[in-house]
């Protein structure tokens, strides 16, 4: 049961079964060594799970921290903080919609969405299939796939790809000025001409990887293909558009690395036999210490246990490709 150790230099789990951290133990029994643990909702009453919960607004979302600084801007930032939030519930703590602060959030998501299908609100009045496709990928994990409303974000994202099979923000499509476009009151369509950006594809297919029907689409495939072709080099827009972009990483997963590319593949039908992936996977096990961790670039660094939980998530990952 244990082969994918066999293809690292070093065992990754010494410093995962000697943390001290309830939720990173429980997952790595759980998903790594295969034992049987405590039911789920255990987690759920962890202390800084409770805290986030407290944090939680009568209307479901989470106020973004300098909200009286964005009170005039047309982005929504409340809604960007619900969806780094949730994110915390749902990946580290295993939060479902069987817990109503759960239900409270997906409900105010969903009244963000419009009639097209995509959550509007990220880019102002602007297209985003990226944090649309990402806020998805927690919905689902949280128990929401059979909803009739993430069936229709998935009928707008298949809607929105460029001519090539991927996609991009349809702004950056148009017009580069960021502040010039989320200003305006039209939502500008995709120039579908352009390049796919790899960082916008990388996102957008978490979602159709965490769908049991929609993971399996032709199209899908099709797209996890391009983001392959991809690895290491430069994205065809500014947004993180450096190589360097593709070693720097974050958990739960925000932009596209190349760990959560390798997460996604690895649930998309790609296997070792694909040189991308198997590209993918050797320099990954190259980037390994002696210590069993990862020499990455880690994000979002407020979390002391960050390195752990991309530990996890690489132990995850080479488990489904080598077990």
Known sequence: MEGWKEQLNYDPLVPLISSKNKAILYFTKRDILEKEVEPLETLWNLPLATKIIKQQQEDGYWRYPAWKSKLNEPEN????????????????????????????????????????????????????????????????????????????????????????????????????????????????????????????????????????????????????????????????????RSVEYWTKVSFPFWWTDIVSSLDSLSYLGFTTSHPQTKLALETLRDKQSESGMWDLKLLKTKDQNLSLWINLAICRIFKRFYA
Not at 78 to 91: A, D, H, I, K, S
């Open 77 to 240: 930032y409340n809604l960007l903080e619900t969806y780094r939030q949730l994110g915390f519930l749902v990946e580290k703590y295993g939060f479902t919609k069987k817990h109503y602060a759960i239900n409270k959030a997906a409900e105010y998501i969903f009244s963000c969405q419009t009639d097209e299908g995509d959550i509007r609100g990220f880019y102002g009045t602007q297209y985003s299939p990226n944090y649309t496709a990402a806020i998805t990928e927690l919905l689902i994990k949280a128990g929401y796939e059979k909803d009739r409303r993430i069936e229709k974000i998935f009928e707008w994202l298949l809607s929105m790809r460029q001519e090539d099979g991927g996609w991009a923000i349809a702004m950056r499509t148009n017009k580069d000025k960021y502040l010039e476009v989320v200003n305006n009151s039209i939502s500008f369509e995709p120039n579908r001409g352009k390049p796919f950006s790899h960082m916008v594809t990388g996102i957008v297919l978490r979602a159709f990887a965490a769908h049991s029907k929609y993971k399996k689409n032709e199209a899908v495939k099709a797209a996890g293909e391009l983001l392959t072709s991809r690895f290491f080099k430069p994205d065809k827009y500014a947004d993180r």
